[in-house]
């Protein structure tokens, strides 16, 4: 089984940083795509980060600048640092990954999965 776990979420005051993980752990073989999502209440989960399989980062628009998404590939973990922090990005963040995971003996499953969610507010 594979695992996406977030950590790094919180309270920040506009125009603050905080920096969130997202560890993949289980029996992985690849990790190709990864990415950030958003969601706020009645709203429609939003990607504003990916990092391609070649290495490529793409930025929603409303985040362009301000967020930047990394990976580290040692320890199969990747990292959204979040700065200029704006209220309107108040929401629940998700990891995102498209892994190759074993099943088994010869066998292997490649297939998108998300992590639980990590709470992110920024209020003064």
């Known amino acids: 089984q594979v695992q996406l776990v977030e950590s790094g979420g919180g309270l920040v005051q506009p125009g603050g940083s905080l920096r969130l993980s997202c560890a993949a752990s289980g029996s992985i073989l690849t990790i190709a795509s990864v990415a950030w999502y958003r969601q706020t209440p009645g709203k429609e989960r939003e990607e504003v980060a990916e990092l391609t399989r070649g290495g490529m980062p793409n930025y929603a628009d409303i985040v362009k600048g301000r967020f930047t998404i990394s990976r580290e590939n040692t320890n199969n973990t990747v990292f959204l640092q979040m700065d200029s922090l704006k209220p309107e990005d108040t929401a629940v963040y998700y990891c995102?990954?498209?892994?190759?995971?074993?099943?088994?003996?010869?066998?292997?499953?490649?297939?998108?999965?998300w992590g639980e969610g990590t709470q992110v507010t920024v209020s003064s």
């Open positions: 995102n990954a498209q892994i190759l995971a074993a099943l088994g003996p010869a066998r292997s499953t490649f297939r998108t999965y």
